[in-house]
C-alpha cells in the first residue's frame, strides 16, 4: 500500500500541467518583445534609407569628368551601404512578425460562454478559461 502511494505520488510529480496564467503570460512576452523588436526595426530602415538617399544625390551631382570618380565611388559606397541597412530592418520585422504569429498561435480562449448538452437539458456556463491548440 505503501509503494502504491509512493508509486502515485512519483508519478503525479512528473506531470505536465499548462497553467493558463503561464500561458498568459508568454503571450504578452511575445507580443511586446515583437513589439520591441518591430520599433527597433525602424531605426535601421530610416538610416539605411538616408545613405541610400545620400548615394543617390552624389549620382546626380556628377558631371562625368575625372574628378567625379571619387564622387561615384562614394556614392557606390553610400547606396550599398544604405541597401545593406535597409536588408537587415527587413530582417528584424519578418522576426518581429514571426514573433506576433507565435504569439496569436497560442489561442487562449477566456471569458466565452461555454454551452453543455445533456440530453434535452441545456446549461449555459457563465465563462471559461481554455487553451485552443490550432492543428496545421
Not at 3 to 13: I, N, R
Not at 19 to 47: H, M, N, V, W, Y
Request: glycine share 14%.
Amino acid at each position: 500500500m505503501i509503494t502504491v502511494a509512493l508509486l502515485v505520488c512519483f508519478l503525479s510529480s512528473f506531470g505536465q500541467r499548462v497553467f493558463t496564467q503561464d500561458l498568459i503570460d508568454r503571450r504578452d512576452s511575445l507580443i511586446k518583445r515583437g513589439k520591441i523588436e518591430r520599433s527597433g526595426a525602424f531605426i535601421p530602415l530610416s538610416c539605411g534609407s538616408a545613405f541610400l538617399l545620400g548615394g543617390i544625390i552624389a549620382f546626380s551631382k556628377m558631371d562625368g569628368g575625372l574628378d567625379d570618380i571619387d564622387r561615384g565611388l562614394g556614392g557606390t559606397a553610400l547606396v550599398t551601404v544604405g541597401v545593406g541597412i535597409i536588408g537587415i530592418s527587413i530582417v528584424q520585422f519578418i522576426h518581429a512578425h514571426r514573433k506576433f504569429e507565435r504569439a496569436n498561435r497560442i489561442g487562449l480562449e477566456i471569458n466565452k460562454p461555454v454551452v453543455i448538452n445533456l440530453g434535452s437539458n441545456k446549461w449555459v456556463l457563465p465563462y471559461s478559461v481554455g487553451i485552443g491548440i490550432p492543428i496545421n
